[in-house]
């Protein structure tokens, strides 16, 4: 799987959009980009994935750029909820049970 | 709701005591994993069932072993825990068809201390 680098924190006001980065420049053509989060003390929980779209689901929306080295999380309304680490990985779908392979993430703190 | 549960949320054992975490799933998912998880470290993964089928990774201790008795229940044993043992474990599963693997579901863990 690709290496990912992420910002280790950011903060964000809560009611504004909350836009995580996630670089994987040596990501290969048949591999996704996938986004979890862990709240503390709790498993972590998947959010969305894509290949080369860009995805919404009701959680957030994921943008992947064209030449596919970077994407961007987007939370568009933050709640303090949303304070936890969210972790960008790059991960092979087409079948098999690889597990997933976590990189330090990137601590989200919502401020009130 | 259908979900992954780890039960007991927090364990105590002793230094070289064997212990036994446990998962339970009514996802009906063909695949089973564990992860460990130290203080202000990501999760990494230890081993994972596809079906009856064991995979280990290769840096997983072999004092850390796994069972599986049926498709919705896994266990993952310490034979003798260490200090360095005591994380917070994580069970997921995910179903994969068809040359398609979903997203991994997990359980909120149990956290496993050493006296």
């Known amino acids: 799987d690709a290496k990912t680098t992420q910002p280790p924190s950011m903060d964000c006001a809560e009611g504004r959009a909350a836009n995580l980065p996630c670089n994987h420049s040596?990501?290969?053509?048949?591999?996704?980009v996938y986004w979890y989060r862990q709240i503390h003390s709790q498993g972590p929980q998947y959010i969305i994935h894509?290949?080369?779209n860009n995805e919404t689901n009701e959680m957030a929306s994921l943008i992947i750029t064209e030449d596919r080295k970077s994407s961007t999380l987007i939370l568009p309304h933050a709640t303090l909820r949303d304070t936890a680490v969210y972790y960008c990985?790059?991960?092979?779908?087409?079948?098999?049970?690889?597990?997933?392979?976590f990189g330090k993430g990137t601590h989200l703190i919502i401020q009130p | 709701d259908a979900m992954v549960i780890q039960n007991p949320r927090y364990q105590v054992t002793q230094f070289g005591k064997p212990v036994t975490l446990s998962c339970s799933q009514t996802?009906?998912?063909?695949?089973m994993y564990w992860y460990q998880q130290k203080s202000s470290q990501a999760p990494k993964l230890l081993f994972h069932?596809?079906?009856?089928?064991?995979?280990n990774e290769a840096d997983t201790p072999d004092n850390f072993q796994s069972r599986r008795p049926n498709t919705s229940f896994c266990f993952l044993d310490i034979r003798s825990p260490g200090l360095g043992d005591a994380a917070m474990y994580l069970c997921?599963?995910?179903?994969?068809?068809?040359?398609?693997?979903?997203?991994?579901?997990f359980g909120d863990g149990t956290r496993l201390s050493i006296l």
């Open positions: 069932y596809y079906d009856k089928d064991f995979n």
């Open positions: 990985i790059s991960r092979y779908s087409g079948g098999g049970a690889d597990g997933l392979t």
């Open positions: 996802l009906n998912h063909n695949v």
């Open positions: 894509g290949l080369k």
């Open positions: 997921a599963t995910s179903r994969d068809f068809g040359g398609f693997n979903q997203p991994q579901h």
């Open positions: 040596t990501i290969s053509g048949n591999e996704y």
